[in-house]
């Protein structure tokens, strides 16, 4: 009985392979090809298979899906920071104003008369100063002074000191005479100290004979005064005086608005220009008026009268700083 089933079932199976040839072959009844048909004619066919077999049908896995797989990007190079070089190296060609070693400021001298003139110095650059370095004037009254003439027969390195001269002549005229001097390297290029408004160091003389009672000098030098601080022209003392001896106070109305302001019966004069004799400040339109500093720039000279009667004159040799600080050169007689 199952092998006469067998049989039956093969014969039907041959008999619908044989009707699909016939169709598939037969004139003008050749269809488009379903691909859906076909399967599930295969279908058809695996289970037959299956039954005379005896043995299960594998199912076809349906074709794998291919999923696209995005692009490895590139590695992005980490950038590399430059190396930074700082900005406040110390120069090649700078230096340093320690004192006069000769001819005090304001040293009186015949008309006629020769002097040698010499300043100490310190080399605050990185480059030493050879006999390729000169002395040169700059500007104001050369005195009979030399263009330039060497500094030194050797070497002055970093950090070290040397003494500056340079040989001059008072002129024929009575009065006050200031010259001014800096710096050259070998390559030409000149340069100054770094404690002075431009750079330049200075002879200042008076030419005239000296009287019996010459007028000495009460104070003289440099020194800073801070916004709304005050000043002692007697004495240079700056900043913070004892109370009762300042002569002038850098008074601070706002920002924009600031004053030498004259204290404690001090009095005050805006020089027009050039620096100021003893007999110049004398005679000048002194007054306990304030300066409005809108007039008052670098390089402006002011004369003055002490609370305690003495005349003196300042420059303003920087302005510098948010509060300002007034960098000031001066000189007070002992005058009273």
Known sequence: MNRSLKRSTMFIILLLIGLALAACNYPGLQPTPDAFGTAAAQTVAAR???????????????????????????????????TVTPDDEEPCDQ???????????????????TFTKTWRLRNTGTCTWTSGYALIFHNGDVMGGPASTPITSGTVGPGQ????????????????????????????????????ADGSFFVLIQVGAPTATPYPI???????????????MD????DTPPSGTADFWFEAVSAAEK???????????LWPSGAPSLSDCQSASLSGFRISMDLVSIGSWVCYE???GNIGRME?????????????????????
């Open 306 to 308: 002490t609370n305690l």
């Open 259 to 269: 004053y030498l302001t004259p204290q404690n019966g001090a009095r005050l004069a």
């Open 235 to 238: 004495t240079g003392t700056n």
């Open 161 to 196: 000191t040397v003494d500056v001269s340079v040989n001059l002549t008072a002129p024929a005229s009575a009065g006050e005479y200031q010259g001014f001097w800096r710096l050259r390297n070998s390559s030409g290029v000149s340069f100054g100290i770094t404690n002075s």
């Open 48 to 82: 037959l298979t299956e039954a005379a077999i005896g043995q299960p049908a594998t199912d076809v896995p349906p074709p794998a899906t291919l999923t696209p797989v995005p692009p490895t990007e590139a590695a992005t190079a980490t950038p590399v920071s430059p």
């Open 316 to 336: 303003i040799e920087n302005i510098t700083g948010s509060p300002q600080v007034l960098s000031i050169d001066f000189r007070t007689w002992d005058t009273p």
């Open 218 to 232: 009460a104070a003289s030098g440099q020194f800073t005064v801070r916004q709304t601080y005050h000043a002692d």
């Open 95 to 113: 230096a340093l104003f320690i004192t006069d070693v000769t001819v005090p400021d304001g040293t009186v001298y015949s008309p006629g008369a």
